[in-house]
């Protein structure tokens, strides 16, 4: 610089000021510089312009920190991307790191602090560590370009174990900003852990492996049916194909030290996969249906998920994973909705049980995103959980404690709340497929667990991780790469659900459950709303009325009531338009089978005489036979029309007709409304509202008839008295001729009496009818007589 500065001739004398002016300008400019690197990091995130400036200038992103723990001898390399956010072109760019000046960080929130810093510090960010730098080429206005620089470990300065915060920075200048300074800066962490001098008692720590996802069987494909099961959609064959996110979630966890949470309703989906089933066409159109396609996948996945947790223990939600917020906010004035719960959990361990051949665990709630209040905490424990995963932003923890305390603490009624630590739950519920996303996560991640190990190295302690209930796969993959991560390093060590469950409670952790005003208003406004536990509770009444007329009541209940428990799944948050489908679709198909046992409609009949029989067919479209039905049959006027047996029993083969006949008896000519109706053996009408009326003509004894029959007796006198005549003439004729004797002869037609008949049986006839059987009475019809 000094050479530099020099002007070529003239006697010192005559450059020492000149020279000494030039010095002043540059120190004050340098200063001027810092200065405004300071004024501009203090400045207001919303304060900035547009375009980048000062330490903004440059966006420098990091997409690999490699080793993630660096080893004493080893080096470690970062490389990412910087980009030129500002208007003109940086140059003498160069890349360096920093380590900030006062030692490993001390607490989670200074952690926190470095993170949503953007702007450079020079007293925070530390110096350039000199000699392991990387130049670039001039960087353009809108410009990339990566970069990959390496430094030793000894360089970095580590002395103590502990967290370090790693800064990668850009230096150059600008047209608009001269003189050298940072442009942009990136921050993440190193743990450092020297195990020589370091004698830290293990963070033991438990990691829940999620396996959910929302409900797939069709109400109308889980139901007493000969076909196979009727899928909503054919999605789960990609997520059990090879890449697809439930296939890379129990590949992941093979070799990883977790406690697997499943729903059971995802196990026994997939377990009908392993079978032919169909999938609903277009809109949940069940009646235009394709065969499904992931046979193959879902054999091969649950082979796998078989071998994967063995030996790992595994919880059983309840079945469909019932929205346990949504039941005690919601569903508790409804009744009858308690009763789901129970019969969730039941069936849950039953279910997983029995795919996968495990002992699992069943005396755990896990509330969405581990938010508690007292009604949760009681519905879980009606539901029989005895251990609930709750989170620590909402079981906050006491300002007294500087540490993280165990996971597990006592909340009152044989409850235990276990607690999972909410910045490492969360670590990965952002977007993990761009890469310094899931890196700088997975380097926070480790970080934090060695934090939460120094904050109080001399006590044993176990925590709990519960992710996201649905991890995509590139968050799974990032979660798989940290649990690995922190498994194999000195200052944890992984243990099942149960060792974190059964620590002793800290005595001065929280046991306070957070009332219910304190429960989250963006978690609530996604639960089931009480209209919604209603349209359940009345698609369960008429559920209970139907079945008293089976003889197979389990051949519907059973899968009636997996529908109801999955409409109460967690999985429809965020899908309130799919879950009122589902609900709706669920009562639908109910009254679907309740109309498939129905009265067949009837023309107008006509009686044509004092008595007959009424026939009246009712068929059943169901699979199986019914019983306890009563038709009854009334007419508008009794008076004019009497049905004798008006109430008789049916039982119906499934698939079959079967019609019964009502003597009745007529008083007057006229027409009469009969009204047919199906009640149930306790006298309550038949819920399909299709009872069927039709007129009845009485035509007793109509004066054409009488006519008719008047006519003929005349014409019978008529003869009679010719015959007289005729045979007294004859009489006088013999008399005064030959007096030959004569014999009566019968020259007229007599007719024989005919029987008029006798009218039919009375109603105790029926007939089945059978398969062929005709629906629609013919036009005409007569009362049978």
């Known amino acids: 610089m000094g050479e530099a500065a020099q002007a070529p001739g003239g006697p010192p004398s005559a450059r020492s000021p000149r020279l000494l002016r030039a010095v002043a300008l540059i120190a004050t400019g340098t200063l001027l510089t810092g200065l405004l690197q300071v004024v501009q990091t203090l400045q207001a995130p919303g304060a900035q312009a547009a375009v980048g400036s000062g330490s903004r200038t440059a966006a420098v992103t990091l997409n690999k920190v490699d080793p993630r723990v660096p080893a004493k001898d ?47 510090t020079s007293y925070l960010d530390g110096s350039e560590i000199d000699g392991h730098t990387v130049d670039l080429p001039k960087i353009s206005a809108g410009q990339s370009l990566p970069f990959s620089l390496k430094v030793p470990v000894k360089s970095l300065g580590f002395d103590a174990s502990g967290v370090y915060q790693l800064g990668v920075a850009l230096d150059g200048e600008t047209s608009a900003e001269p003189g050298e300074h940072v442009l942009g800066i990136k921050r993440t962490f190193l743990p450092w852990y020297d195990t020589n001098t370091t004698t830290a008692k293990a963070t033991q720590i438990t990691y829940l492996w999620p396996l959910t996802d929302r409900p797939h069987v069709a109400a109308r494909g889980d139901t007493d049916s000969q076909q196979s099961p009727i899928f909503l959609d054919d999605d789960l064959a990609k997520e059990l194909a090879p890449g697809g996110r439930l296939q890379v979630m129990v590949d992941l966890a093979k070799s990883l030290p977790v406690t697997w949470i499943i729903d059971p309703d995802l196990l026994a989906s997939i377990d009908f996969m392993t079978k032919p089933y169909r999938v609903a066409g277009p809109g949940g159109d069940v009646t235009n249906t394709t065969e499904g396609t992931g046979g193959a996948v879902a054999k091969a996945w649950l082979n796998s998920l078989k071998s994967a947790v063995a030996g790992d223990q595994v919880i059983a939600l309840p079945f469909a994973d019932t929205d346990l917020a949504s039941v005690a906010h919601n569903g508790l004035r409804v009744p009858g909705t308690l009763n789901h719960l129970k019969t969730a959990s039941e069936l849950g361990v039953s279910t997983l049980d029995t795919v996968l051949g495990v002992q699992a665990t069943s005396d755990v709630a896990w509330p969405v995103d581990g938010a508690v209040d007292p009604d949760i905490v009681s519905v879980a424990r009606t539901g029989g959980a005895k251990r609930i995963v709750a989170r620590s932003d909402s079981v906050s923890e006491s300002d007294s404690l500087s ?20 910045p ?53 993959q990032a979660m798989a790469e940290a649990i690995g991560t922190v498994g194999t390093s000195p200052w944890a060590a992984s243990v099942g659900f149960d060792t974190a469950a059964k620590a002793k409670a800290d005595p001065d952790a929280n046991r306070k459950v957070p009332s219910t005003k304190k429960y989250p208003k963006a978690l609530r406004r996604h639960e089931l709303s009480v209209g919604a536990f209603q349209q359940l509770s009345e698609t369960q009444t008429h559920l209970n009325d139907f079945v008293t007329i089976l003889t197979r009541k389990d051949k519907v209940t059973v899968p009636f009531g997996n529908s109801v428990l999955r409409a109460m799944s967690a999985g429809w948050r965020g899908d309130p338009a799919d879950a009122t489908e589902f609900r709706g679709s669920i009562g639908g198909y109910l009254q679907d089978l309740i109309n498939a046992v129905r009265i067949l409609p009837k023309t107008t009949l006509t009686l044509s005489g004092r008595s007959g029989t009424i026939p009246v067919t009712v068929k059943n479209e169901l699979n199986q036979p019914i019983t306890n039905l009563v038709l009854r049959l009334t007419s508008n006027t009794d008076i004019r029309l009497e049905i004798k047996d008006p109430q008789q029993p049916i039982a119906i083969d499934g698939g079959h007709t079967r019609t019964l006949k009502f003597q009745t008896s007529a008083s007057a000519n006229g027409k009469v409304r009969v009204t ?54 004859q009489a006088a004729a013999d008399s005064g001729g030959d007096g030959g004797d004569g014999e009566d002869g019968d020259n007229g037609g007599g007719q024989e009496d005919g029987d008029p008949g006798q009218p039919g049986d009375p109603g105790t006839d029926t007939e089945d009818t059978g398969r062929e059987s005709v629906e629609l009475s013919p036009t005409g019809e007569k009362v049978e007589g």
């Open 403 to 422: 540490y993280t305390p165990n996971a597990a603490r006592p909340i009152g009624h044989g409850v235990t709340a276990v607690v999972a630590d909410a």
């Open 676 to 729: 047919a109706a199906l009640f149930t053996a306790q006298g309550v009408l038949y819920r399909n509202s299709n009872a069927v009326e039709f007129d009845v003509k009485i035509t007793k004894v109509t004066d054409l008839v009488m006519l008719i029959i008047a006519a003929g007796l005349l014409l019978l006198v008529l003869a009679g008295v010719r015959i007289y005549r005729q045979r007294k003439r």
């Open 74 to 120: 080893g080096s470690v390399t970062v490389s990412g991307t910087v980009t030129n956010n500002g208007k003109t072109t940086i140059t003498g760019a160069r890349m360096g790191v920093r380590i900030a000046p006062d030692g490993p960080l001390t607490s989670l929130s200074a952690m926190k602090s470095a993170q949503d810093r953007t702007g450079y």
């Open 424 to 476: 490492l739950s969360t670590a990965f519920e952002g977007d993990m497929l761009r890469a310094e996303t899931a890196d700088l996560a997975v380097q926070d991640f480790i970080a934090q667990t060695l934090m939460i190990t120094m904050q109080a190295p001399e006590k044993q302690r176990t925590i709990l991780v519960a992710p996201q209930r649905m991890p995509t796969v590139s968050q799974a």
